[in-house]
């Protein structure tokens, strides 16, 4: 949806930069990234076959922008729910509860995010992947921590995160929003998953 002004509040009209991001995310997730067009994009967007390559120069590069700030967004969660507490076990369930549910929200967008990384470009995956190491180590030093600490009893802290993570990601391809769950129903679950597998203990 348009952003909202900051002074006035009023909604301002999405820039063609935007309508092209937002449509390219739905073809992608319909067709595919190889069997959708650049017409189809334009064409979502409502603008001239011709309108992406004024803002994008191929239609790899629009999927390196909606893959590119889809895992940055991914990495400040994690980030973010680091820095919430000095406690692993809190760290753990606000990473868990935010990454779940941010993958149950966007969920279109999250199956093109993490399911077309071979479509793009050998630079531009090189440069998704560092992005993807980061969010792994946020994930690792958690669990790392809470065993350091002694609350956490998994013999093995890189192959849990790496767990937990995968979990946290298949939501997007399951999950519908007319479903039976809601996307706080399956974090809050995930989140007892969680601290099973890393060994929680009370």
Same mark, same amino acid.
């Given at each position: #949806?348009? +952003?909202?002004?900051?002074? &006035?509040?009023? /909604?301002?009209? !999405?820039?063609?930069?935007?309508?092209?991001?937002?449509?390219?995310?739905?073809?992608?997730?319909?067709?595919?990234?190889?069997? $959708? $067009? &650049?017409?189809?994009? /334009?064409?979502?967007?409502?603008? /001239?076959?011709?309108?992406?390559?004024?803002?994008?120069? %191929?239609?790899?590069?629009?999927?390196?922008?909606?893959?590119?700030?889809?895992?940055?967004? $991914?990495?400040?969660?994690?980030?973010?729910?680091?820095?919430?507490? +000095?406690?692993? *076990? =809190?760290?753990?369930?606000?990473?868990?509860? =935010?990454?779940?549910?941010?993958?149950?929200?966007?969920? &279109?967008?999250?199956?093109?995010?993490?399911? !077309?990384?071979?479509?793009?470009?050998?630079?531009?995956?090189?440069?998704?992947?560092?992005?993807?190491?980061?969010?792994?180590? !946020? #994930?690792?030093?958690?669990? !790392? %921590?809470?065993?350091?600490?002694?609350?956490?009893? $998994?013999?093995?802290?890189?192959? &849990? *995160?790496?767990?937990?993570? /995968?979990?946290?990601? +298949?939501?997007?391809?399951?999950?519908?929003? =007319?479903? =039976?769950?809601?996307?706080?129903?399956?974090? +809050?679950?995930?989140?007892?998953?969680?601290?099973?597998?890393?060994?929680?203990?009370?």
């Amino acid at each position: #949806m348009p +952003d909202a002004h900051p002074k &006035t509040g009023e /909604s301002r009209p !999405e820039s063609a930069r935007d309508r092209l991001i937002a449509a390219g995310v739905e073809a992608f997730a319909a067709k595919g990234f190889h069997g $959708t $067009t &650049t017409r189809d994009i /334009s064409s979502a967007a409502g603008m /001239s076959p011709a309108a992406l390559y004024v803002h994008y120069k %191929s239609k790899e590069e629009l999927l390196y922008q909606i893959s590119r700030t889809g895992h940055e967004a $991914t990495l400040q969660l994690l980030r973010e729910s680091r820095a919430s507490s +000095d406690d692993p *076990a =809190e760290q753990l369930l606000a990473a868990v509860r =935010e990454f779940v549910a941010h993958h149950a929200r966007g969920h &279109t967008r999250a199956r093109i995010v993490n399911y !077309e990384l071979s479509a793009l470009s050998a630079e531009h995956y090189e440069e998704i992947r560092a992005i993807r190491r980061a969010i792994n180590q !946020e #994930m690792r030093q958690i669990v !790392e %921590s809470g065993v350091a600490r002694g609350m956490f009893h $998994t013999p093995n802290a890189r192959m &849990t *995160a790496l767990a937990l993570l /995968s979990l946290g990601v +298949d939501v997007a391809r399951w999950y519908r929003d =007319e479903g =039976e769950w809601s996307h706080q129903d399956i974090a +809050d679950h995930y989140c007892e998953l969680a601290l099973r597998m890393v060994g929680a203990r009370a």
